[in-house]
């Protein structure tokens, strides 16, 4: 099942530290305060001194998501994602290829870690997914990619909040949908292609939302977490009620 016990909105907020350095993502963690539990940390601090901060954020009680979207031979993705299992991080993710998922699933086996599969990027359209190569669209790739993940035993997929609701058909209540691709009313795409905001992706199935440039570029980004979750928790609520 996905989760014996209901989740607070406040921890299906994943806020992406996307921030050069490490002394700016310990002055981010401390604006934000408690509006925030969960924190990603991608390539960007993560190769910048990011992960002892990583298990620093841990040791305080927050939730991490390591952010490295692994894709390699079997081998070394196993013994890869080996070397992160025992960090005490929440989530790992990899690319959705079969070889990989099922090297990342051997690889954190016995520990805690969650891995989640990377199904099609949500700065991606068809076009850029002709452009790579690929025969299918995104909404039969991601959906593809969702049903190995699935069979393979991985605990979760990242894909934008617009796969969501058919995702759930294919994987069930069994496996958590991560969504990026958030934006709140009125902020800026960027480079994102697939977005929603945060109440029609909870609306959608989404279980945790991670949101990047909206928080850490925000004039007040506690303000703009907590607005987030309070989103968050109406939609929830409205599930709820409808599901009754
Ligand atoms: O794996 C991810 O987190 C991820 C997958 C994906 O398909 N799209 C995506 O945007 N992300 C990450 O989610 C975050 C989104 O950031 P913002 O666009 O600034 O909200 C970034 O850190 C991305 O690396």
């Known amino acids: ?10 921890d299906r907020l994943i806020v992406a530290l996307d921030v050069p350095t490490v002394s700016d993502a310990e002055a981010m963690v401390s604006r934000i305060g408690p509006a ?13 001194g990011g992960l002892p901060f990583a298990a620093g954020l841990i040791a305080a009680g927050k ?15 196993t013994h890869g994602v080996a070397s992160v299992a ?13 070889q990989t998922m099922k090297a990342a699933a051997e690889g954190a086996r016995g520990s805690k870690l969650k891995i989640l599969a990377v199904t099609v990027l ?5 076009k850029d997914l002709v ?16 049903a190995q993940a699935r069979a393979i035993g991985i605990d979760g997929l990242v894909c934008s909040p617009e796969e969501a609701a058919n995702l759930r058909g294919i994987v069930g209540n069994d496996m958590s949908l991560v969504t990026p ?9 960027g480079d994102q292609k697939r977005i929603m905001t945060p109440a029609r992706a909870i609306a959608a199935g989404a279980d945790y939302l991670v949101v ?15 607005a987030i979750v309070d989103e968050i928790a109406q939609a929830k609520a409205q599930q709820q009620q409808q599901q009754q």
């Open 1 to 10: 099942m996905e989760n014996p016990l209901p989740i607070d909105p406040k």
């Open 36 to 48: 925030a539990t969960f924190y990603k940390i991608g390539y960007q601090l993560g190769l910048a």
């Open 63 to 77: 939730q991490v998501f390591l952010d490295f979207k692994l894709h390699d031979i079997g081998n070394t993705i």
């Open 86 to 98: 025992n960090m005490g991080a929440t989530f790992l993710t990899v690319h959705a290829y079969p």
């Open 122 to 126: 949500t700065s991606y359209d068809d």
């Open 131 to 146: 452009e790579a190569g690929y025969a299918l669209s995104v909404g039969p790739l991601v959906a593809k990619r969702a």
């Open 181 to 189: 691709g958030i934006r709140p009313a009125g902020s800026a795409a």
């Open 212 to 226: 990047g440039r909206p928080i850490v570029e925000a004039a007040d980004p506690k303000a703009a977490a907590a």
